[in-house]
């Protein structure tokens, strides 16, 4: 299949063919993630969250009631950021978080999410999981099933 007569080699106005399907392939996942992403950014916007507000303030319930190393927060991301402090910075600004040294190792700051953090994600649940129902609406359950697999073998694959 040549660039220009693929939904991405349209999307993207490629002239000349793919080098090769895995080149495709690539440009593909990161497109069709950039779509996604881009989705669910400007949902998460009506709630005055970004992507990766959203992303920490999950990784901090499923801890909750125990606090994180802010360290540990960035480790669990799923997009990682190059600045965690400045995230956090921002969520504890806005009441979502709360941040306190370690009392045995004053070094660590750990990170827990507020009750309003819990709230506001409470409000979200539903609404995000209608979102991405309909974002995934195009495949039955066998084939996000099968995408699931597919993407989790190239990240194993990762080396």
Request: hydrophobic share 40%; proline share 4%.
């Amino acid at each position: 299949m040549t660039g220009n007569d693929s939904l991405l080699g349209r999307e993207i106005q490629q002239k000349r063919p793919f080098r090769s399907r895995a080149e495709e392939a690539y440009l593909n996942v990161l497109r069709t993630s950039a779509v996604l992403g881009q989705q669910v950014a400007r949902f998460l916007k009506q709630a005055d969250l970004t992507s990766t507000q959203y992303n920490a303030l999950r990784i901090l319930r499923g801890a909750h009631p125990e606090l994180l190393p802010c360290s540990e927060v960035g480790h669990r991301m799923v997009t990682p950021v190059p600045d965690v402090t400045r995230l956090l910075d921002r969520l504890e600004a806005a009441g979502l978080v709360t941040r306190c040294r370690d009392d045995a190792d004053r070094r660590v700051v750990k990170v827990g999410i507020t009750d309003d953090g819990l709230a506001r994600l409470a409000d979200l649940d539903q609404p995000i999981l209608e979102r991405l129902e309909e974002m995934f609406a195009p495949l039955d359950d066998g084939e996000k099933v099968a995408l699931i697999g597919l993407l989790e073998r190239l990240r194993e694959g990762d080396g």
